[in-house]
C-alpha cells in the first residue's frame, strides 16, 4: 500500500527557507513522478512542482525563482525548498503522485501539513 | 495561465438525485499529443483530494460508476448519476495540458 507523508517545519520566519519532506512507502520514487502542491487558507489548489524519478524537473513559473524540488533515492523521500518565504506562502502543502501511464494527474496524495510563515 | 472555472460554487442536491458540475476552461485543453488532459478530484474534510476521474472520460480504479466526466476542448463535466451521502464534499477540476497546471475553484456539493 502506497502512502506518502509529509514532514518538516510548521512554522518559518519571513525571509527563511521552507523546507519540507516526502517520505514515500510502498514504492519507488525512482519509478515515478512526484509533484508538490499547496492550498493558502480560504484558497484554491496550487501547483508547485514536479521532480521525476530521473530527475525532469518542471516548475510554477510563478515560484520558479524560489522553489528547489529533489530526490533522495537512499531514503526514498521528495523534497521541496521554497526560498524568500512570505505570508503569502502560509499554505497546506501537499506532494502527490503522477498516475503511471501518464495521464496528466495525481493518483496518491499525501494528507499535506500546514506551514505558517510567521 | 489556464483558467477553470467551474459551476455551480456550491449544488444542494437530493440523495438518489442526479448532479452535475461544469468546469470551463480559457483555452482549448487538447495537448499536442491529441490527449486532453483534465481531470476531476473529490475532496471530503479533513481529507486529501482523491482522483475520480483523469482524461476527461477515464474513471479511476475503485471509483464509482455512478460517476462520470465528459466534454471536450473547453467544455468539461461531471456528472454523479445517483448522489450518495458519502458523495459530500469538495469537487475540483484540474488541467495539465499546459504548464502551470491550474485547478478550478471547487464546487461544494451538499446534501
Known amino acids: 500500500q502506497v502512502q506518502l507523508q509529509e514532514s518538516g517545519p510548521r512554522l518559518v520566519k519571513p525571509s527563511e527557507t521552507l523546507s519540507l519532506t516526502c517520505n514515500v512507502s510502498g514504492a519507488s520514487i525512482s519509478s515515478y513522478y512526484w509533484g508538490w502542491l499547496r492550498q493558502p487558507p480560504g484558497e484554491g489548489l496550487e501547483w508547485i512542482g514536479y521532480?521525476?524519478?530521473?530527475?525532469?524537473?518542471n516548475y510554477n513559473p510563478s515560484l520558479k525563482s524560489r522553489v528547489t524540488l529533489s530526490l533522495d533515492t537512499s531514503n526514498n523521500q521528495v523534497s521541496l525548498n521554497l526560498r524568500s518565504v512570505t505570508a503569502a506562502d502560509t499554505a497546506v502543502y501537499s506532494c502527490?503522485?503522477?498516475?503511471?501511464?501518464?495521464?496528466?494527474?495525481?493518483?496518491?496524495w499525501g494528507q499535506g501539513t500546514m506551514v505558517t510563515v510567521s | 495561465d489556464i483558467v477553470l472555472t467551474q459551476s455551480p460554487l456550491s449544488s444542494p442536491v437530493t440523495l438518489g438525485q442526479p448532479a452535475s458540475i461544469s468546469c470551463r476552461s480559457s483555452q482549448s485543453l487538447v495537448d499536442s499529443d491529441g490527449n486532453t488532459y483534465l481531470s476531476w478530484f473529490q475532496q471530503r474534510p479533513g481529507q486529501p483530494p482523491r482522483l475520480l476521474i483523469y482524461k476527461v472520460s477515464n474513471r479511476f480504479s475503485g471509483v464509482p460508476d455512478r460517476f462520470s466526466g465528459s466534454g471536450a476542448g473547453t467544455d468539461f463535466t461531471l456528472k454523479i448519476s445517483r448522489v450518495e451521502a458519502e458523495d459530500v464534499g469538495l469537487y475540483y477540476c484540474m488541467q495539465a495540458t499546459q504548464v502551470p497546471v491550474t485547478f478550478g475553484g471547487g464546487t461544494k456539493v451538499e446534501i
Open positions: 521532480i521525476s524519478g530521473s530527475g525532469n524537473i
Open positions: 502527490a503522485r503522477h498516475l503511471y501511464p501518464p495521464a496528466g494527474t495525481y493518483d496518491m
